[in-house]
């Protein structure tokens, strides 16, 4: 073999191609394609695809894998060119979005592989990689087209390959090797690299993993670690997603789809478990139950978003948040209609006494009677709280032909023909069923008591399916057994279990006319898909663009898409003279800007600047200086 010998520049980079270029083993999918109409093809390729394994993961020596594989494969010139656009569209995907790097470092970047240059070197040109730096096997084919065998003369096709291949090219300078395979890091075993990187983005092997000096998820890993120019400012495989109490998948699949890294859990955790996992977290997904509280915050060190994976965001600290300048947002619409209907329906089953004669014939009684059975038709519907929840249920419950009342500590336009009350009272004096539609915040805990049951018409139908501590239990518990209030709809409590698997407890069990549920107003496969979709993108907008669309507690702005600038996201105590700080390191430094974007709330600064890209370090670190600053990211 002729190969060249390379001795400029000093940084050299060795990649392996299958699995780690690509997404596949190109010589099994060569199989795939070749064996499609074989009758026994599937087993082939399960065969090959098993050799392949054996070979890269050290099991056999790689001379035996690969004649053992060529054997089953019966394979010709026109099924390679079927695999060439195969594989330009199973590019990896952190090698697809920094081709750039590709490109400008084409001349350092060697491939090393043991597979096939047939298919390998049309990708390293597809990629703006240079053919002659591709090191690799050729088949032979005869006069037909078809594969008959290996150049048995290229060291790459027998055991030790690389390592030959690599001490012949007697590189001079700085080595790094970049592969999912043993056979990778036997180039640094043998001395010839000084950092061996197992590649884990496709496929991660222990045996490889385990001698590796760094385990990478991603190139942009690489590329972060060493400094290099790349796609993303920081690689999203080191950013940790936590997903707590079970949110719908969607939330998991948009994470991944972007490289991160996602550990999904089904229940909530308690305030010590959440404060030990919080350490490298950035980004936490929740829902009603875990409490994101001062003390976990303080555990957050890294953490830049919370994501409320519901309405209620008052089980989250948010001063407390924005003070540390993190995000948090929630899905204020996409259970609301979910909500809605339970009401309907609950206080229909309520009135109509369903609930306690479903529980009789259960328990064999035959009671048909019509006695204080009631249609929900013309009766008096009485809210507390008139926000997205109590609006809708007002237009369903007008469209039932009930009159609705309502209250609200906000001044509300009233929706179709409702009727606003100055007072709670105002609509316990009125209402046949109460239904409470305000938000958790502290001051509303106990705000229904015996007082306020008091006030309330003999034989109310009340419903709570806001927060559970807004009201005083054994206070309702008196009021039902009193006959006060006729009947109960019951969704949320002071204290709920945090998994499936803890038992429920309550004062309100056992009680006639009353109907419980496990905190399920929201959870309908709509809502849930709907919120599942909608906080990752609020989520995904502020970490890749630093927009605050939507934030429950933090200065809101809306930013464009960055294009070719670099993105600096300033968070600071909001106190005089920030602006007038940052902007003296701006003309210092001669920076040329290109937008600037500045809200504050009473408690912190959100600036951002878009600027040109290229800056020193020191402008970086004359900005992460300043006194104030909570939080400082790039992004490009
Ligand atoms: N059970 C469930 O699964 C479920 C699902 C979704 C929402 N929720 C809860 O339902 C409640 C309402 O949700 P929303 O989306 O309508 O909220 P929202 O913020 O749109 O409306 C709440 C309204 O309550 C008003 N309010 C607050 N305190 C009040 C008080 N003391 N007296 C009168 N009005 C007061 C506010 O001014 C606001 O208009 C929230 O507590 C939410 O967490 C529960
Ligand atoms: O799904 C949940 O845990 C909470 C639902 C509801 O209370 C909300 O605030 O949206």
Same mark, same amino acid.
């Given at each position: ?67 053992? *594989? ?12 079927? #695999?060439? =656009? !195969? %594989?330009?569209? &199973? ?113 991660? *092997? ?12 991603? #190139?942009? =890993? !690489? %590329?972060?670690? &060493? ?410």
């Amino acid at each position: 073999m002729d190969f060249t010998v390379i001795t400029e520049p000093k940084k050299y980079f060795l990649i392996d191609f299958d699995s780690t270029i690509t997404k596949v083993e190109g010589l099994d999918e060569l199989a795939a394609i070749a064996l499609k109409s074989d009758p026994e093809g599937e087993s082939k390729v399960a065969r090959i695809k098993e050799l392949t394994d054996k070979g890269m993961a050290g099991e056999l020596s790689f001379s035996e894998s690969l004649t053992q *594989r060529l054997a089953l494969l019966k394979a010709n010139k026109s099924h390679v060119d079927i #695999l060439i =656009e !195969f %594989l330009k569209e &199973n590019i990896t995907d952190s090698f697809d979005r920094n081709r750039a790097f590709l490109k400008e470092f084409a001349d350092q970047i060697l491939i090393i592989s043991s597979g096939f240059k047939d298919f390998i070197v049309p990708i390293a040109k597809h990629l703006g990689l240079k053919p002659e730096n591709v090191y690799a096997n050729t088949f032979i084919y005869n006069e037909t087209g078809d594969i008959v065998g290996v150049d048995q003369s290229n060291p790459l096709s027998k055991t030790g390959g690389k390592i030959e291949v690599v001490k012949f090219l007697n590189l001079d300078g700085h080595v790094s090797v970049i592969g999912d395979g043993f056979t990778d890091f036997e180039i640094k075993k043998h001395g010839l690299a000084q950092r061996f990187y197992a590649f884990i983005e496709n496929v991660e *092997r222990s045996s490889v993993t385990s001698v590796a000096d760094f385990v990478i998820k991603s #190139l942009d =890993e !690489f %590329l972060f670690y &060493n400094q290099l120019p790349r796609g993303y400012s920081y690689p999203k495989s080191m950013i940790k997603v936590l997903l707590l109490e079970n949110v719908h998948p969607a939330a998991k699949a948009a994470f991944e789809e972007q490289g991160f890294n996602v550990e999904f859990l089904k229940g909530a955790l308690d305030e010590d478990e959440l404060c030990e996992k919080i350490k490298d977290v950035s980004i936490i997904g929740i829902r009603s139950k875990t409490q994101i509280t001062k003390r976990v915050l303080e555990h957050a060190e890294k953490l830049l978003a919370i994501g409320a994976f519901c309405i209620g965001t008052n089980q989250i600290d948010l001063k407390e948040a924005e003070k540390r300048g993190i995000c948090v947002f929630n899905a204020p619409y996409s259970n609301t209609r979910s909500v809605v209907e339970l009401v309907i329906g609950e206080m229909i089953m309520l009135i109509r006494k369903v609930f306690v004669k479903s529980t009789g014939m259960h328990q064999g009684k035959w009671d048909k009677s019509a006695v204080n059975s009631f249609e929900v038709r013309g009766k008096k519907l009485g809210m507390i709280g008139y926000g997205h929840i109590g609006t809708q249920l007002s237009v369903l419950g007008e469209a039932l032909g009930m009159e609705v009342y309502f209250y609200d500590i906000a001044d509300k336009m009233p929706i179709g023909n409702a009727k606003k009350c100055r007072s709670m009272e105002d609509v316990f004096r009125v209402a046949d069923i109460v239904s409470l539609h305000i938000d958790g915040r502290e001051s509303n805990t106990h705000l229904i008591g015996e007082k306020e049951f008091n006030q309330m018409k003999d034989g109310v139908i009340f419903l709570n399916l806001s927060r559970g501590h807004v009201v005083d239990i054994p206070a309702l518990v008196q009021a039902l057994k009193s006959g006060k209030v006729g009947g109960a709809g019951v969704d949320v409590f002071p204290h709920e279990p945090k998994t499936n698997h803890e038992p429920f407890k309550s004062e309100l069990m056992g009680l006639e006319n009353v109907i419980l549920t496990p905190h399920i107003g929201g959870s309908t496969e709509e809502a849930q898909e709907g919120i599942g979709n909608y906080v990752p993108e609020r989520l995904l907008e502020y970490i890749n663009n630093g927009s605050t669309t939507g934030t429950v507690n933090f200065p809101e702005l809306s930013l464009p898409l960055l294009h070719d600038s670099h993105r600096l996201l300033h968070i600071h105590k909001n106190v005089p003279g920030i602006l007038a700080k940052l902007n003296n390191i701006f003309a210092k430094h001669h920076i040329n800007i290109r937008g600037q974007y500045l809200k504050t709330s009473a408690e912190i600064g959100y600036v951002i600047v878009d600027i040109e890209k290229s800056y020193s370090r020191e402008f970086v670190q004359d900005l992460k200086s300043i006194e104030e600053t909570i939080r400082f990211r790039m992004l490009f």
